[in-house]
C-alpha cells in the first residue's frame, strides 16, 4: 500500500534527525561547554520532528486547515517558549 | 486508493474525536511550561547541568526515540488499515505498538536503576531533579498509553465496535506521547 | 437518575413582573431549584475559599519551606488575627463542600454508568476534605493561639500545615479519575468528552505536587513553580470549567433517563439571572 510506504519514509527521516544528535554530540564533546547555538539547533530539529509527527502520525495533514494552523501555531509557540526562557536564563545569568 | 482519492473520499476530518485535541493541545501547553523552566533553570547555571548531563548516556536516548518513534509508526499504520477495513493487520500493529512501548519502559527502567546506582538519584542535584520529573511524568502518560492501546485492542478485535474515530482518538493520544519524548529527550540528552 | 420530580409536559410559565415575584414563584414552582441552590453554592463556596485563603489569611501562596525559626513565627505573628478571621469563615462555609460533592456526584447519577461511581466520588471527596482543607486551618489557627510557645513547635505546625494541604494530593487524584471514567463511558452525553480529559489534565498535576514531601527549595518545593503556581494555573481552569459544565448540565436538565438535551435558545433561564423571563415563556 502506497500509504506504508510513506509512512516508513516518515520514520526513515524522523529516524535520521535523531541520529544526527549523535552527530552534533560528536562535534560538541570534547568541550564541556555549554553553546547558545547547540541548545537552539538541537531544539528547532526536535521542533522539526515535531511538527512531522503532528503532519504525518497525526494526520493533520488531510485534516481540517483550521487543525493544520492550529498545530503550526502551537510549534511556533513551544519554539518561541523555549528559546525565549533559555535565552532569559542565559541574559540574568 | 491513491492518495488524492482518499482525501477526497473521505472529506478533510478532524482525527479522531475533536476533544482529544483539546487535550493534547492544552496538554502540550503544559508540559511545555516544564520544558521552559528546565531551560532557564539550566542557562543559570550551565556548568552543573553540563556535568551532571555528562552522565546520561546519549545511546540509551537515541534508542529509547527510536524505538518510541517505531510505535508511533505502527499506531499510524494501524489507524490506516484499519480505515480501510483490514482489522488483521491493524490488530498485529496494535499488539507491535505494545511491544515497542514495553521495550521504551525496560530500557527506561534499567536506565533509572542504573543512574540510582551511581548516585545519581531524585534529588541529588537540580539536573537530575527535572530528569526523572520529566521522564517520570512521561512515563505515568506512557502507563496510561497502554490503557488507551486497550481501547484501542478492544475496538479492532469486536466485529460490533470498530468505531473508527475511537480508533484515531487511540492514536491521537499515543503520538502526543511520542512527540512529548522527542522534545524531552532532545532537551535533557542533547542540549549542550 | 433522579426520577421523583417529574415536572408535568411544560411547567408553567412564570409570572413576568416584578423582581422578588420572580424569585417567589421559581421558589415554590421550579423543579430544579435544589440543583440551582447546590450551584450557587458552589460558586459562593470557591469565592470565599479563594477570598479567605489568599486576601484574608494569606496563607496562600504558600510560604517557603526554607524560612528559618523567627521568620515562621513572624509568618504566624503577622497573620495573627486574619487566620482565625478566615478560617472561621471557611469553618462556617464548610458544610457547602457536602453540596458541592453531592452536585457533582448528582450528574454522574444522570450519566448511564453505575451509580457506584456517583458514591465512590461522594464518599472519597468528603474524607479528603479533611487533609485537603481541614488540617491546614487547624494547625494555623492554633500556631496564633499562642504567639509565646516554643518557635520549634510552631515550626512543626507550619510543615504540618503546608505539607497536609499540599502533599495529600493522592484522593483528589482518584476522584478526578473517577469523574474522568464515569464521563467517558457516559452514554447520556451530560458532558462533553473534552471534560473528560481535562480532570484527566487535573489528575496529573495532582502527582506533580507530590514530591513537595521531598524538596524543600526548587521548583518541586510545596511553593515551588511547578509544584504550586503552574498547578494552580491548571487547578485555576479546572474548576472553572467545572463550574460551567455543572451549569450547563442544569440547564439541559430534563430529569429522564436517557441522553441530556442539547442546550435550546430557549431553555428556562436561572431565576436569579435578571434575564426577561418573556424569553423563557417564548
Known sequence: MKFNKRLLVVWVILASLTLAYLWIDHTANGSLRSRALITSSVIVIALVKVRIIFREFMEVRQAPVLLCRLTDAWVVLIGAVLLSCYFIGVAIR | ?192 | MSEVITPAASPAAPPSGPLHQRIAWHWRHNPKRELWLAWWALVVFYSLFWLMFFVITRVQPPPRPTADLAAQVHFFHVRHLGIPVGFAVIFCIGGMIATNNALIAYSMRRMSVSPAFAYSYLIMYSLSAIPGLLLLCIALIVGTLRPERDPEAISWLYDFAFLSFDGTMGVFLIGSLIWMLAILLDKNRVFPKWFGYLNLCNGLTEVVVAPCWIFRRGVLAWNGQIAWWLDMVVFGVYTGAFIYMLRSMILREDFGTGPLPELKPDLERKPKAGRSNAEAAA
Open chain 2, 1 to 192: 486508493m491513491s492518495d488524492l482519492a482518499e482525501t477526497t473520499k473521505r472529506g478533510r476530518s478532524v482525527p479522531g474525536q475533536p476533544d482529544m485535541w483539546a487535550f493534547v493541545l492544552f496538554e502540550t501547553l503544559v508540559f511545555t511550561a516544564y520544558f521552559g523552566f528546565y531551560l532557564f533553570s539550566r542557562a543559570r547555571s550551565p556548568e552543573l547541568f553540563l556535568h551532571a548531563q555528562a552522565q546520561l548516556d546519549l545511546r540509551i536516548g537515541v534508542v529509547n526515540t527510536l524505538v518510541l518513534l517505531l510505535s508511533s509508526w505502527s499506531v499510524a499504520r494501524c489507524v490506516q488499515s484499519a480505515r480501510a477495513g483490514a482489522y488483521g493487520p491493524a490488530l498485529r500493529d496494535a499488539f507491535l505498538t505494545a511491544l515497542f512501548a514495553v521495550v521504551f519502559l525496560g530500557v527506561k527502567m534499567f536506565e533509572w536503576a542504573r543512574l540510582s546506582h551511581e548516585g545519581n538519584g531524585f534529588d541529588s542535584n537540580d539536573f537530575f531533579t527535572y530528569y526523572f520529573f520529566l521522564t517520570g511524568i512521561h512515563f505515568v502518560h506512557l502507563l496510561i498509553g497502554f490503557v488507551v492501546l486497550g481501547v484501542l485492542v478492544y475496538q479492532l478485535r469486536g466485529p460490533k465496535m470498530r468505531d473508527q474515530k475511537l480508533v484515531e482518538t487511540c492514536a491521537t493520544y499515543w503520538h502526543t506521547v511520542d512527540f512529548l519524548w522527542v522534545l524531552i529527550f532532545a532537551l535533557l540528552y542533547v542540549v549542550r
